[in-house]
């Protein structure tokens, strides 16, 4: 498979918001299956949001939902990650992922996903 780069991470007071951006190249994006996880120090990689091939279905952990939307624009090649209010606990390096098969519903575990970017540091202070 091909390429994810991240953007868009940063420093932000609790409360505040970011947009985080996924560009995908090498591969039909859109047969694709697309996820965001997050690490932080000392913790296992987690699931954060899925989205499905046409965004038609999305799913999210129980920390995020009602904070973050997942989207994505296939002409475009992007897939994004909006989170609004966040919190200290939201500090981590955050992945973009793509399904290691295509036409497949959104998938939540890491193992699931084949394909990873290099990360995006977000920083949430309190």
């Known amino acids: 498979q091909g390429q994810l780069v991240e953007s868009g991470g940063g420093s932000v007071q609790a409360g505040g918001s970011l947009r985080l951006s996924c560009l995908v190249s090498?591969?039909?994006?859109?047969?694709?299956?697309m996820g965001w996880f997050r690490q932080a120090p000392g913790k296992e990689r987690e699931f954060v949001a899925a989205i499905g091939r046409s965004a038609d279905s999305t799913f999210y952990s129980d920390s995020v939902k009602g904070r973050f939307t997942i989207s994505r624009d296939n002409a475009k090649n992007m897939v994004y990650l909006q989170m609004n209010s966040l919190k200290p606990e939201d500090t981590a390096v955050y992945y973009c992922a793509a399904d290691s098969f295509p036409f497949r519903n959104a998938r939540a575990s890491v193992a699931d996903f084949g394909s990873w970017g290099q990360g995006t540091q977000v920083t949430v202070s309190s």
């Open positions: 090498g591969w039909t994006f859109s047969s694709y299956g």
